[in-house]
């Protein structure tokens, strides 16, 4: 399985990203998107299961940002709306066969990252 994500830039605080992740080759997993800030840890941000479309979110982006996935493309989305300046990091899609919020980097799928940048 390989992603590719994008759709990450710089935005002004309030402002709104979408990104983007597409999968290549056997993609029905749970999908999911993280993020990791410049001294932290990579963070869950948002999940949606492969069957039912079931999502959840961190408390941190809740009414703010919504997953949704495109089974046919083979695509998963992050649509962050009400970006504030501690929405900066760079952002990486994850897809796996289990919780995805519980993925680490030996068990689950990653891309490369795309940064997203907040300014205030």
């Known amino acids: 399985v390989q992603l590719q994500a994008s759709g990450g830039g710089l935005v002004q605080a309030g402002g709104s990203l979408r990104l983007s992740c597409a999968g290549a080759?056997?993609?029905?997993?749970?999908m999911g998107w993280f993020r990791q800030a410049p001294g932290k840890q990579r963070e869950f941000v948002a999940g949606?299961?492969?069957?039912?479309?079931?999502?959840s979110y961190a408390d941190s982006v809740k009414g703010r940002f919504t997953i949704s996935r495109d089974k046919a493309k083979r695509m998963v989305y992050l649509q962050m709306n009400s970006l504030k300046p501690e929405d900066t990091a760079v952002y990486y899609c994850?897809?796996?066969?289990?919780?995805?919020?519980?993925?680490?980097?030996?068990?689950?799928?990653w891309g490369q990252g795309t940064q997203v940048t907040v300014s205030s």
């Open positions: 994850a897809f796996r066969n289990g919780d995805i919020a519980a993925s680490t980097n030996g068990n689950a799928y």
């Open positions: 080759g056997r993609t029905n997993y749970s």
């Open positions: 949606i299961t492969y069957n039912w479309g079931t999502t």
